[in-house]
């Protein structure tokens, strides 16, 4: 009997430990997930070939990361960005993230410069580039932005590793660039808010 109660303590015990550390990490980080918009994005030399279905580009974003945290100061070990068409189908074209590694300070805002490049043209699905080439006829076109990233979570000496997902969806109105090679490019209007899934 005397097993039995001992056992049934120890289990009661770790439950309430487990179920402790759970809320401390819930109150401490839980409320204080990043916060992302994209504040500009600069689109040029779009230029889409429907017949062999083959899209070059160059999309300049301007990310704005936001940490409310007012305890918990946060790590970037990586930011890997990646651009979409509607659809989610990749666009490919190197990807860069500018800076690559940064620490964010408590309540503070961070720049973060994406870069994607495809004037080599990228290969897509034939009825995305017949997407893009329709909506970059009709004056705006739309994207995906994907970043995954690698962050580490700071309060005092305690360390916690995590994987946000940042998504934002942009729509950039276009014109023509020149009278006879043509491809578009244009700018983001105003700002548009991301989501952030962990």
């Not at 973060?112 to 490049?117: G, I, N, P, Q």
Request: proline share 4%.
């Amino acid at each position: 009997m005397s097993k039995e109660k001992s056992c049934c303590g120890s289990l009661f015990t770790f439950i309430i430990g487990v179920g402790f550390v759970i809320l401390i990490y819930w109150a401490i980080f839980q409320p204080h997930h990043i916060r992302a918009t994209v504040v500009s994005a600069a689109l040029t030399n779009l230029t889409v070939a429907a017949n062999n279905a083959t899209v070059s580009y160059r999309l300049a974003v301007t990310l704005d990361l936001y940490n409310p945290s007012l305890r918990v100061g946060i790590y970037y070990d990586s930011l890997e960005p990646e651009l979409r068409a509607r659809g989610g189908a990749s666009l490919g074209g190197p990807a860069t993230s500018s800076p690559a590694e940064f620490l964010q300070r408590r309540k503070s805002r961070d720049t973060v410069s994406l870069e994607f490049d495809g004037t080599t043209g990228v290969g897509v699905p034939s009825d995305v580039a017949g997407q893009l080439k329709k909506e970059a006829g009709s004056g705006a076109v739309s994207f995906e932005v994907a970043v995954d990233g690698r962050v580490r979570y700071r309060f005092a000496s305690i360390k916690i590793r995590q994987k946000p997902k940042i998504w934002c969806a942009l729509t950039v109105n276009v014109k023509p660039e020149g009278s006879s090679s043509g491809s578009v490019g244009g700018a983001l209007d105003s700002a548009h808010r991301c989501s952030v899934k962990y």
